[in-house]
């Protein structure tokens, strides 16, 4: 697998998150370290019933077993980081593989790249971020949010975090929270008790907290590269619309096309070349997405530069930036 593939996500990677095989709780439980009777009576009693009573109703991926179900039934382990090394083990132990050629898109990839960046400049990847891209194009507020090594949480004091990447709420019990991560309350405490650092696995695929001004300081710092921008164009896919960390979004004959990228939470990022303008946002869930709202509003006619109205006047009259 080369760095080209895993950048265009052609590498025949599995997504730990979404991928196959999906098994009942009870089937992945088989291979399950349970908690002891003479040990933890209480923890292995409450294990037994969770499986005897729902264990053959809900299904999970590998990973979402071992990182939201497992912490469940053992009763530990919610507050674990994940490391990389052991996303990539869980990977390459019970998911299939695929020859590589074909676009498929996994964030295993992205995890397999921030390793390789650890590797090559001797540096955690939350320093090398800060020091290399967030302070000298001025992105003053953002950051990688967890420190694997250290098992640190540098978004736990961040007031400004959206409250749908933290667990917490008026239901807690303990170190867990009964609501999902909107608050919505579950409909069975313990199966909407979601501890909230089984995100940290996202790490170099998804782990980075930002805000909209900060994500167009961004976007307005590749583009200017033109080095940079010119090699991840010119890497986009016919048959993806995917090229080097960036995705091709068809907009139709009369609006062109967006260049940019979506983000967990109905997050988004994308540059409109047609009117030189970029848009950055979240919709803080997973139902709608940001770029739809995006695309719906250039559908419309709302967004553009209107008729007699140059692109630099546009710019000077107001920002160039829809965060």
């Avoid at 260049?259 to 109905?266: C, F, I, M, R, S």
Wanted: charged share 20%; hydrophobic share 40%; aromatic share 12%.
């Amino acid at each position: 697998v080369t760095l080209r593939q895993l950048l265009m996500h052609t590498s025949g990677l599995p997504d730990f998150w979404s991928d196959p095989p999906v098994q009942t709780v009870s089937t992945w439980a088989e291979d399950f370290e349970r908690p002891s009777f003479v040990a933890n009576p209480l923890s292995a009693l409450w294990c037994y019933a969770v499986l005897a009573i729902c264990g053959n109703t809900f299904s999970l991926n590998s990973f979402f077993f071992r990182s939201v179900a497992a912490p469940l039934l053992r009763c530990s382990g919610s507050e674990r980081i994940w490391a990389p090394k052991d996303v990539l083990q869980i990977v390459f132990r019970d998911y299939p593989l695929s020859p590589p050629g074909n676009y498929h898109y996994a964030d295993t990839n992205y995890i397999i790249l921030g390793m390789v960046l650890e590797e090559i400049h001797k540096k955690p990847l939350h320093d090398l971020l800060h020091d290399e891209v967030f302070v000298p194009i001025g992105m003053s507020q953002t950051y990688l949010r967890f420190d694997y090594r250290n098992q640190v949480d540098y978004g736990a004091q961040d007031h400004m975090l959206s409250t749908r990447y933290r667990s917490k709420g008026a239901f807690r019990v303990g170190k867990f929270a009964w609501t999902f991560p909107d608050h919505s309350l579950a409909l069975i405490p313990f199966l909407g008790t979601v501890p909230a650092r089984y995100i940290t696995a996202d790490w170099a695929s998804g782990g980075v907290v930002s805000t909209a001004t900060d994500l167009c300081t961004f976007m307005k710092a590749v583009r200017g590269d033109q080095e940079m921008w010119e090699t991840m164009t010119a890497s986009l896919s016919l048959a993806s619309s995917y090229g080097f960390g960036i995705k091709s979004v068809d907009l139709g004959e009369s609006y062109g096309r967006l260049l940019g990228h979506d983000g967990n939470g109905g997050a988004c990022m994308y540059y409109w070349p047609q009117q030189d303008m970029i848009f950055a946002g979240t919709t803080n869930n997973n139902i709608t997405n940001c770029r739809g709202f995006v695309q719906d509003m250039i559908a419309s006619g709302r967004i553009g530069v209107p008729d007699g109205f140059s692109k630099t006047e546009a710019s000077q009259e107001g920002s160039d930036c829809d965060a």
